[in-house]
């Protein structure tokens, strides 16, 4: 058994796109249009679905906002640098929540930065002498 996938609603799939791929550096991996339904999937990754984890991005046609709800945390990247890949997501227009630095409690180098909807999205520096 592996994880496939994550799926959160977005509002605007043109505008979340652009975040996942041009801001954060995703692939678009696949996109389909259910015309009965009124919505469209469009998955974003890192990798291939045959071997990666990915995001699926789903719009509702006739909805344009959600409430994320109390009980969402977050979606967790793991980076080279974070310091570094803030500085990055700032100059490509990504709004940027929780400066890099070392985690409450802890030595691992973390941040957040947070999508066109709302949702935060958690970097990890993935260094050996950084881990939690």
């Not at 994550?6 to 692939?27: C, D, H, K, P």
């Not at 974003?44 to 006739?62: A, F, I, K, M």
């Not at 980076?79 to 890099?100: F, H, L």
Request: hydrophobic share 35%; charged share 25%; glycine share 12%.
């Amino acid at each position: 058994m592996r994880m496939l996938h994550t799926m959160i609603r977005v509002g605007n799939l043109e505008r979340s796109l652009a975040f996942y791929t041009e801001v954060l550096g995703m692939q678009l991996l696949r996109q389909r249009d259910y015309e009965e339904g009124r919505f469209t999937l469009a998955f974003v990754g890192y990798g291939g679905e045959d071997d990666h984890t990915v995001l699926e991005l789903t719009h509702n046609w006739d909805t344009d906002h959600y409430d994320l709800g109390a009980g969402y945390g977050h979606i967790a990247i793991g980076v080279d640098n974070a310091y570094q890949a803030c500085e990055e997501i700032k100059a490509k227009g990504g709004k940027v929540v929780r400066e890099a630095g070392p985690m409450k409690g802890g030595e691992t180098v973390i941040a957040f930065v947070e999508d066109p909807d709302g949702y935060k999205i958690e970097l990890i520096q993935q260094d050996a002498s950084a881990r939690a």
